[in-house]
């Protein structure tokens, strides 16, 4: 059944040549052991390391690897767009570029969206989260905000590690925006979200492209996504 769907698996890329390798090596492992046909899009986004040589090598090495190169650093919401914008799959996951969203755990989110016709959107539910204090405190606060603003579910988590039907994918490009906010688009254009508990593992190299500063710039975002949308309901 799995190879007669394409899963775009969409993976930003920040500053991190030191383990983008790997974790596109485990995730092909992950995916061909699970017989998925898979595409894996990876966006630099303005990496000021080597990590667009690492891309550009995995992408000649292996013929599921698309590389795309950003000019400079846009933001992870700007670089999934640009992933939506470019995959194919008939499913789309998203994950991070630094293992702590496990490739094994990805048949997880497969197994629960197919499972319900229904459902169009799910979100890997992390069993212990591996970050920080204070990036778990502005998780709660963005969570709250998108229970206001998106009418987030209360039972839902919402995580970067989540796999969208296609359908729900056409709905968010055609929407246009200066500011995405990636979660709150989702949330907009799907019609049934769910859960899956998944692991959460320790970033390897030990080090976090998120701090208080970023953490702040996505509530900014985020509110000028608001703001965007209050003017495109207007105009509809």
């Not at 650093?73 to 799959?89: I, M, P, R, S, T």
């Not at 970033?203 to 702040?216: A, E, H, P, V, W």
Request: hydrophobic residues 40%.
């Amino acid at each position: 059944f799995f190879m007669n769907l394409l899963i775009s698996i969409i993976i930003p890329v920040y500053n991190s040549e030191d383990i983008v390798f790997k974790t596109i090596a485990q995730t092909l492992h992950e995916t061909a052991k699970n017989n998925l046909n898979i595409e894996l899009i990876l966006i630099n986004d303005g990496s000021k390391d080597d990590s667009w040589s690492v891309i550009k090598k995995l992408a000649k090495d292996y013929k599921e690897v698309k590389s795309i190169n950003l000019i400079k650093n846009y933001g992870q919401h700007n670089a999934v767009l640009c992933g939506f914008e470019n995959a194919k799959g008939d499913y789309i996951i998203t994950m991070d570029d630094d293992l702590q969203n496990p490739p094994s755990e990805i048949i997880h989110l497969v197994n629960k969206i197919t499972a319900d016709a229904e459902c169009d959107l799910v979100f890997g539910k992390f069993r212990e989260k591996k970050h920080a204090r204070y990036r778990k405190f502005g998780s709660m606060f963005v969570g709250y905000l998108n229970e206001k603003i998106f009418n987030k579910p209360k039972d839902i988590t919402l995580t970067n590690f989540r796999i969208i039907k296609r359908s729900v994918i056409d709905r968010v490009l055609e929407h246009k925006t200066a500011y995405p906010y990636i979660p709150g688009l989702l949330l907009m254009y799907s019609t049934s979200v769910a859960n899956v508990m998944v692991e959460h593992h320790n970033r390897l190299d030990g080090r976090s492209n998120y701090t208080f500063k970023k953490i702040f710039s996505l509530m900014g975002n985020l509110w000028l996504s608001m703001e965007a949308l209050d003017f495109y309901l207007q105009k509809a």
